[in-house]
Structures are given as C-alpha cells and as structure tokens.
Nanobody, 121 residues
Framework: QVQLVESGGGLVQAGGSLSLSCAAS????????MTWYRQAPGKQRELVAD???????NYADSVKGRFTISKDNAKNTVYLQMSSLKPEDTAVYYC???????????????WGQGTQVTVSS
C-alpha cells in the first residue's frame, strides 16, 4: 500500500506565492509519474502539472510560467511552487502518483487527500 500526504496549502493574497509538497510512502519500487490536479467548487478536476520519472514536465496552459513542478527522488516527494497566484487558482489541490509497488507488479494510481489553496483578491 502507498500513502500520499500533501502539505503546504493555505490562504494567500493575489500575486502571492505558495508551495505544495506531496510525499509518497509505503511499498514503492518505482514512481513513474507524479501529478498535481485541482478541483474548484462546481468544476471538474483538472490537471495542473506533472513530472515523469525522467523529469519531463507538463503544465496546464493556465499555470504555465507561474507554477513549477519538481521532485526529490530520494524522498519520493513532488513539489509545486506557485507564484503570481490568482483568485481563479483557488481550489483543492490533489496529488496523484503512479507507482509500481514491487518489481513484479503493475503500476497503480494513488491519490492524496487534497489540500486547500485559497487566493483572495
């Protein structure tokens, strides 16, 4: 079993910065991809950014140039540095990891519990 624990959410004024982290623990052979999603009230969950095992990154157009995703392989942790925040960035941010628990098992998808980010205008 794999657990994802997110931290770093909170309240910030527009134009400010915030950093999120998501640490994976448990039975982990490899992590193939870690992704940040977000879900605003009344909206569908959307991809914010992801990073592969090879450190390739991908961003939603709405956050390009403002958000940066990075990871620490030794800590099985992914980070999301958010700057120039806007009220429309307000959402619950979820971490997702695609993990191979052992060498002989397929990849599974795991989710964190979510962390609230609120940007005031």
């Amino acid at each position: 079993q794999v657990q994802l624990v997110e931290s770093g959410g909170g309240l910030v004024q527009a134009g400010g910065s915030l950093s999120l982290s998501c640490a994976a623990s448990g039975t982990i052979f490899s992590i193939n991809r870690m992704t940040w999603y977000r879900q605003a009230p009344g909206k569908q969950r959307e991809l914010v950014a992801d990073i592969t095992s090879g450190s390739n990154t991908n961003y939603a157009d709405s956050v390009k140039g403002r958000f940066t995703i990075s990871k620490d392989n030794a800590k099985n942790t992914v980070y999301l540095q958010m700057s120039s925040l806007k009220p429309e960035d307000t959402a619950v941010y979820y971490c997702n990891a695609r993990v191979r628990p052992t060498r002989d098992r397929y990849e599974y998808s795991y989710w964190g519990q979510g962390t609230q980010v609120t940007v005031s205008s």
